[in-house]
């Protein structure tokens, strides 16, 4: 075959054009090579519950194979709708303001696709969780990039205001956050209704984290705050939850307009979640403790492994929720973020993320990011290397 013949792959123009490897990918294959720990990557390496896997083998065995209805089934609704009811005082409807995803990526993507229409703008607090702004150019939308406040990471709301634009339609907000471990309190809840309320700017409100909160503090869900909610799409994550993020479910609880134009793009991007997986979670869900007690098991881990970072150089910063620990490294290194993490990696054998992967500019404030999703034994392997610096 002479090449005026030859098969040939017609050229794209990328969507997504600026998107290449994550540095997740980047930092977890270069662990691998120095088999280095990898604190890395937010999961755990500690197996679930085997309750849970026992209720998802018994649901397959129950004949529960098929497709459920679009929207999730109904018992795994009303659990979730009894569970916000019961920690946060707001009721869903489960059969009109719940839907179960194929994990909280797809719920932020799907709310995002719902609805911003093309030159809508949406404004992302950073640093934030890296699919945020590539869902928002997938829509057409155009992301505003507002900085939490370097060093402590709150949220600063006369940037925010004077952020919000004719064209603004929605804001996006993680607590706890992912990466900075902070937590917003229900002062900060409270300003951040005061602010939306003249306006018609919808919120998306990422909360997989929420059974992450420590020192006795309470996760203050959106679902508190009766303005905010009538206004958000409230994402969670039951990987997150239950150690299963392998598994990608989670939902999204939103007022019924909203859960209407929601399940509009559900049904063509998503229609339908893993049948068994959900007979499976709605059974585990009878008993609350695994999620209750979840902040007390988190917690003993951070403190472990804070007790070890303290023998080190790195200064620690305050982990308020979530299953991650950052550090600054300015005492430690003259490198910028990323080249000392992998530098970290390669001479010390344990992984980290630069929190200047979750800046669209890059910006480096010399902190690096820890996972304590881990076993003991991982941890304590990680802080005899990290004991070197």
């Known amino acids: 075959m002479n090449s005026e013949t030859a098969p040939r792959t017609p050229a794209l123009t990328s969507r997504l054009p600026q998107v290449g490897t994550t540095i997740f990918t980047v930092m977890s294959a270069l662990a691998a090579q120095h088999k280095a720990v ?19 083998t018994e649901a397959m065995q129950a004949g529960h194979n098929q497709y459920p209805p679009m929207i999730g089934v ?7 709708a009894d569970k916000i009811e019961r920690l946060h005082r707001h009721r869903y409807h489960p059969d009109t303001e719940i839907t179960i995803t194929a994990g909280a990526t797809q719920a932020i993507i799907t709310a995002i696709l719902a609805i911003v ?9 950073e640093p934030c969780y890296d699919s945020y702004v590539p869902n928002i150019e997938l829509a057409g939308g155009v992301a505003v990039r507002v900085p939490l406040t370097p060093g402590s990471f709150r949220p600063d709301f006369d940037k925010i205001a004077a952020a919000i634009t004719p064209k603004t339609r929605a804001l996006i907000i993680n607590t706890p956050h992912n990466p900075s471990a902070t937590v917003w309190s229900d002062a900060d809840m409270m300003k951040l209704q005061e602010l939306l309320a003249p306006t018609d700017v919808l919120l998306i409100s990422d909360e997989v984290y929420e059974h992450m909160v420590f020192d006795g503090a309470e996760h203050q869900s959106v679902a508190r705050f009766p303005a905010l909610a009538a206004r958000a799409f409230i994402v969670s994550s039951f990987g997150k939850t239950y150690h299963v993020t392998g598994w990608k479910v989670g939902y999204v ?11 509009k793009v559900h049904q063509f991007n998503v229609f339908t979640v893993n049948t068994p997986v959900q007979y499976g979670l709605a059974r585990y869900m009878e008993d609350p403790a695994p999620y209750v ?3 007390a098991f988190y917690q003993r881990k951070r403190d472990l492994f804070r007790e070890g970072l303290a023998q080190t150089r790195f200064k620690l910063l305050h982990t308020q929720g979530s299953y991650f620990q950052c550090v600054d490294i300015s005492d430690v290194s003259d490198l910028n973020e990323a080249e000392f993490c992998q530098w970290l990696t390669r001479e010390i054998g344990v992984a980290a993320i630069p929190l200047s992967a979750f800046y669209g500019n890059g910006f480096d404030q010399r902190v690096v990011r820890f996972c304590f999703a881990k076993q003991d034994e991982t941890l ?5 290397r990290l004991k070197k610096l």
């Open 293 to 295: 007690n979840l902040p």
């Open 117 to 125: 229409h093309p030159g809508d703008e949406v404004i992302v607090l």
């Open 253 to 263: 609880a939103a007022p019924a307009s909203l859960t209407t134009e929601f399940r």
């Open 74 to 80: 109904p018992v795994l609704r009303q659990a979730i």
């Open 380 to 384: 304590l392997a990680a802080l005899e």
């Open 38 to 56: 990898n604190l890395g990557q937010g999961f755990p390496d500690f197996a679930c519950d085997p309750a849970l896997v026992n209720a998802v």
